[in-house]
């Protein structure tokens, strides 16, 4: 089974839940984002505060990550998409990911701009989702 964990941006929480899933499962996992703004280019690592709230609560290193632009054919391959964004966030949305019958909606909230505080909880909210879904998937 191929997992795609999709966000906004590929700065926080799909990275945050590839890795996650990653160290987890005995399946894989990627991830991506629905925009390429400036600050959420492709090719970019991961947000500051996501990469230092992995690594100090989690012991996980994402620094080496590079934030990739979500597309059809990474849909296409993926057994199941699991998009993390806020309502707010929808019309980033491909139609080729709002329209799959594999996608499933995690409300997640962005850690873009918060506190390492918020980012710390919210990493652990998507960490308790991922178990949840390994427990499914395997």
């Known amino acids: 089974m191929k997992v795609l964990f999709v966000c906004q941006g590929n700065?926080?929480?799909?990275?945050?839940?590839?890795?996650?899933?990653?160290?987890?499962s005995?399946?894989?996992?990627?991830?991506?984002?629905t925009i390429p703004k400036?600050?959420?280019?492709?090719?970019?690592?991961?947000?500051?505060n996501v990469v230092r709230c992995m690594r100090s609560g989690f012991g996980i290193d994402?620094?080496?990550?590079?934030r990739t632009q979500l597309t059809k054919r990474m849909v296409d391959g993926a057994d199941r998409i699991v998009v993390?964004?806020?309502?707010?966030?929808?019309?980033?949305m491909p139609a080729y990911l709002a329209g799959s019958k594999k996608a499933?909606?995690?409300?997640?909230?962005?850690?873009?701009?918060?506190s390492?505080?918020?980012?710390r909880r919210v990493l652990k909210q998507i960490q308790g989702k991922v178990?949840?879904?390994v427990r499914e998937t395997g």
């Not at 400036?38 to 500051?48: D, F, R, S, Y």
């Not at 994402?62 to 590079?66: A, E, K, T, V, Y």
């Not at 499933?104 to 918060?114: I, K, N, Q, R």
């Open 116 to 119: 390492d505080l918020k980012t």
């Open 131 to 133: 178990k949840k879904l």
């Open 84 to 92: 993390m964004l806020e309502k707010r966030q929808y019309k980033t």
């Open 104 to 114: 499933v909606f995690w409300d997640t909230d962005d850690m873009y701009g918060v």
């Open 38 to 48: 400036a600050e959420h280019k492709a090719g970019l690592p991961p947000g500051e």
């Open 62 to 66: 994402i620094s080496s990550s590079r």
């Open 11 to 24: 700065a926080g929480r799909s990275v945050a839940a590839e890795y996650f899933y990653n160290r987890l």
């Open 26 to 33: 005995k399946n894989m996992a990627e991830s991506a984002g």
